[in-house]
C-alpha cells in the first residue's frame, strides 16, 4: 500500500493564497517545475489524486486529460457534483466524494501500491488532517510573505506531531516533506499507533 501524502506550498507567513485569492506567488515557474526530477518522481509515484471542488475549478476539467500532469484518477471533494462530467479516459477519471475519508478509501484502492497525493487547498487539507487520513505531509515553503490570505493550518481539531523525513530545494524552494502523528483525542477514522 502506498502513502497518502498531503502536499501544498504555502508562503513564508503560512498562507495558500494571497489576500485576492492568488495563488501564482507561491509557486515556482510551471514549465521549470514540470522538467524537475522532483515532479517527475510524484508523477511516478502518484496513483491517484484527492483535490478540492476550488483546485479542481481552478483549473480546466475538460482539458486534464492528457495535459494535466497526473494521469491518474482524481476524487474531487464536493456536495455538489458538477451537471455535466468533465472529459474523461482510461486513465484520468473523476470521481465527485463528498468527504475526505471516503475519497481517500476509494483513492488507495485504485492507487494499490502507489500514493494517494491529496492536493488543493487549505479547507482539503485541513479535513484529511483532522479526519486522520495523512500519512505525511509535504509543504513548498515558498520565498514570500503575503501578509494575509488563507491559512494553512487554521482549523486543526487536535495537535498534530511531525517527524521530519527529508527536505529538498525545489528551483529556490525548500520542500518539507514529515510523517504524521499527532497528540491528543484519538481518530475514529485512523489508528495512529502504525
Given amino acids: ?5 498531503l502536499s501544498m506550498f504555502v508562503s513564508l507567513d ?4 494571497d489576500p485576492q485569492g492568488r495563488v501564482g506567488p507561491l509557486y515556482p ?3 521549470a517545475l514540470d522538467q524537475t ?4 518522481d510524484s508523477i511516478r509515484t502518484t496513483g ?3 483535490m478540492g471542488r476550488r483546485a479542481f475549478d ?3 476539467p475538460d482539458e486534464y486529460v492528457g495535459q494535466y500532469e497526473y494521469q491518474v484518477p482524481i476524487f474531487v471533494l464536493t456536495h455538489h457534483p458538477p ?5 474523461q479516459d482510461e486513465r484520468l477519471t473523476f470521481t ?3 468527504s475526505v475519508g471516503d475519497a481517500v478509501t476509494q483513492a488507495k484502492v485504485v492507487a494499490g501500491d502507489r500514493d494517494v497525493l491529496i492536493i488543493g487547498g487549505a479547507d482539503t487539507a485541513q479535513q484529511a488532517l483532522n479526519a486522520g487520513v495523512v500519512d505525511e505531509l509535504e509543504v513548498g515553503v515558498a520565498p514570500v510573505l503575503l501578509g494575509g490570505g488563507t491559512p494553512l493550518f487554521a482549523n486543526l481539531v487536535h495537535p498534530f506531531t511531525l517527524e521530519r523525513t527529508q527536505i529538498t530545494d525545489l528551483l529556490g524552494t525548500p520542500i518539507l516533506r514529515y510523517r504524521v502523528g499527532h497528540t491528543g483525542k484519538e481518530s475514529e477514522e485512523r489508528p495512529w499507533d502504525t
Fill in 1 to 5: 500500500m502506498g502513502t497518502v501524502l
Fill in 14 to 17: 503560512g498562507f495558500v493564497n
Fill in 29 to 31: 515557474d510551471p514549465a
Fill in 37 to 40: 526530477a522532483f515532479m517527475q
Fill in 48 to 50: 491517484a489524486v484527492v
Fill in 58 to 60: 481552478m483549473g480546466k
Fill in 83 to 87: 451537471a455535466v462530467p468533465p472529459k
Fill in 96 to 98: 465527485f466524494v463528498d
